[in-house]
């Protein structure tokens, strides 16, 4: 409130200061979003409103002084999609797009917008907008984008959708570079190899990420599977899931609030060790549960090629 009442002084002085409107602009959009607490009453928070639109009127008069200034057209495109008037905000991105044409982050975010307009839109229009939401961001990829999900994994899946795995390939191995230590993108990598028929190819990427990570199990699945495909051998890795399994199986028995002594003259240190060993038992299982969703994807049934993991439903939970 001081800054804002500081900043309409100076704009009293000189109405004309681009930095103190652009500023003043800066401070009703913090104050528009402290009192956005609740997205859905947004229309009934009249707090809310009334600091977008201040927001917004300094942005588009510091915008009539400073016609190309690239910090203020961002603010006011800004604005209108925070307040989910998304073609208005598509109009001021493409505006700021003309200014700075190679901004990977700009290209991104029209994309997303031309994302959120086809869920509105009927089906010629949708058909437009979907294929401008791919423009944008094979645009954003193209110019060196590090964004995983609004970009790199969002075109991978894209191909792999229009079953161009060979395509997809491209931008997973993207993506693990950027996440060496992920494995579920090598993991799709492989199997958009299978997919491809390219057996011997995906064999050895997956022996190549047990190596890696060799006490993941679902690789280990996917090396089971894959050798009965391919008339291979595999005792070795039938022992080594076994062995990771009865280790998981021991894990599990160790944490569990039943493994603990009802032994009266320690019932002290005994509860202790039963809160300690709940908790740590919830942690591990929370931890364990969010290993296997993400892991769901890849431990279907390989006989064929639509089980392994990647059908229409499931890609849309990759991204999530």
Not at 28 to 36: F, G, I
Not at 153 to 181: D, H, T
Not at 264 to 293: C, I, L, P, V, W
């Amino acid at each position: 409130d001081v800054a804002k009442e500081m900043y309409l002084e100076s704009i009293g002085v000189q109405p004309t200061c681009i930095e103190a409107l652009y500023n003043l602009g800066l401070v009703y959009s913090n104050l528009a979003r402290e009192t956005d607490h609740d997205k859905e009453e947004k229309e009934d928070d009249s707090s809310y409103s009334s600091y977008s639109h201040a927001a917004l009127c300094a942005f588009e008069k510091a915008h009539t002084l400073s016609p190309q200034n690239p910090l203020i057209l961002y603010q006011i495109a800004n604005n209108h999609e925070e307040q989910e008037n998304f073609k208005l905000a598509l109009k001021w991105f493409d505006k700021l797009h003309a200014v700075v044409p190679t901004d990977p982050g700009i290209l991104s975010r029209i994309g997303n917008l031309f994302s959120k307009v086809s869920l509105s839109e009927e089906s010629e229009s949708f058909q437009e907008s979907q294929e401008e939401e791919f423009h944008y961001r094979l645009l954003s990829y193209n110019h060196h984008s590090t964004d995983l999900d609004n970009v790199i994994v969002w075109l991978g899946i894209w191909y792999m959708k229009q079953e161009m795995y060979e395509k997809s390939v491209e931008y997973f191995q993207r993506a693990s570079q950027i996440q060496p230590n992920e494995i579920k993108w090598q993991l799709i990598i492989s199997s958009c190899y299978r997919r491809m028929g390219d057996y011997s190819k995906a064999f050895e990427n997956y022996q190549r990420i047990h190596q890696l990570f060799p006490e993941n199990v679902s690789c280990l699945k996917y090396l089971i599977s894959m050798c009965k495909d391919i008339g291979n051998p595999s005792d070795v890795y039938e022992e080594k899931l076994e062995v990771l399994q009865k280790k998981e199986k021991q894990s599990s028995k160790i944490n569990s609030p039943h493994h603990v002594s009802r032994d009266d003259d320690n019932m002290a240190e005994n509860t202790t060790f039963y809160n300690e060993g709940r908790t740590h038992s919830k942690k591990k299982r929370k931890e364990k549960q969010k290993k296997e969703d993400t892991e769901q994807y890849f431990l279907e049934n390989n006989d064929d090629d639509e089980s392994d993991g990647f059908s229409d439903t499931n890609i849309g939970e990759l991204l999530a």
